[in-house]
Nanobody
Framework: QVQLVESGGGVVQAGGSLRLSCLASGRTDRTYIVGWFRQAPGKEREFVAAVNWSGGTTDYADSVKGRFTISRDNAQNTAHLQMNSLKPEDTAVYYC???????????????????WGQGTQVTVSA
């Protein structure tokens, strides 16, 4: 069992930065992959980034590549999403997710993940 809590969302002007955090509790030893997803009003939830258990392998959606950085600190049971050069189209509720099943690669679909946080709102104004 894993519980995830996101924090760090807020309102920022275009070009600004935010750092989202995800605190995990429970059986974090089986949290093999951590992913970040986002959902804008009226849109499907979409993949943003993922990181494997060691933090050594990452994957990013093309829309955020070069601007966002995902990381994790297993000692602190946290994952982070550093978001730079924010654009209005980045406005969404951001969710962290965890997979407790092994995988040979990083995964991009909602059904690949087993636990979800409640989300944190990110609003980027023009």
């Amino acid at each position: 069992q894993v519980q995830l809590v996101e924090s760090g969302g807020g309102v920022v002007q275009a070009g600004g930065s935010l750092r989202l955090s995800c605190l995990a509790s429970g059986r974090t030893d089986r949290t093999y992959i951590v992913g970040w997803f986002r959902q804008a009003p009226g849109k499907e939830r979409e993949f943003v980034a993922a990181v494997n258990w060691s933090g050594g392998t990452t994957d990013y959606a093309d829309s955020v590549k070069g601007r966002f950085t995902i990381s994790r600190d297993n000692a602190q049971n946290t994952a982070h999403l550093q978001m730079n050069s924010l654009k209005p189209e980045d406005t969404a509720v951001y969710y962290c997710a965890a997979r407790f099943r092994l995988s040979t690669s990083l995964l991009r679909h909602e059904y690949d993940y087993d636990y979800w946080g409640q989300g944190t709102q990110v609003t980027v104004s023009a």
